[in-house]
């Protein structure tokens, strides 16, 4: 598949993928698909659940709007990926908040640093220093978390 950074043998990126895409993923071995677009981004495949579950992978969709994004919304993003059968594709419109939320979950779980999480978005393609924003909020959540286990 085009516009697709494995990330682990369990998780995967993307920038919105189309229905042949979610074809060839089932056909890949994928397992599930994490959509984080809100329906009402431009771009949205309204039947994308159905072209997913159709091709034998199990579909969740938690919009992930930056501006509106809060510790509880990350929390429970967070929890989805856990709980996906893997390996999972997670995407948005051009995978930047799936690189940032699949990190994230990375950063907990091996217990790096934020700085060791930038590294592997820049090895695999992703300038978070291009996104100050993001690269905040990352850097705060992870460090928060990092702090309170």
Aim: with cysteine; glycine share 4%; net charge negative.
């Amino acid at each position: 598949m085009e516009n697709v950074k494995k990330i682990n043998d369990e998780l995967t990126v993307a920038g919105q993928v189309t229905p042949e895409q979610l074809k060839q993923a089932a056909h890949e071995g994928f397992k599930s698909v994490l959509n984080l677009r809100a329906p009402d981004e431009k771009g949205f495949l309204s039947d994308e659940q159905q072209q997913a579950e159709a091709a034998g992978l199990c579909y969740v969709n938690i919009p992930v709007k930056l501006e509106e994004i809060s510790d509880e919304l990350i929390h429970e993003v967070l929890r989805q990926i856990d709980k996906l059968p893997k390996p999972a594709l997670v995407h948005c419109a051009s995978a930047m908040r799936a690189v940032v939320i699949t990190l994230m979950n990375i950063a907990i779980w091996q217990g790096m640093t934020p700085q060791q999480a930038f590294e592997k978005a820049a090895e695999i393609g992703f300038d978070l220093n291009a996104q100050p924003q993001i690269k905040q909020l990352f850097d705060r959540y992870v460090s928060e978390y990092l702090k309170a286990t």
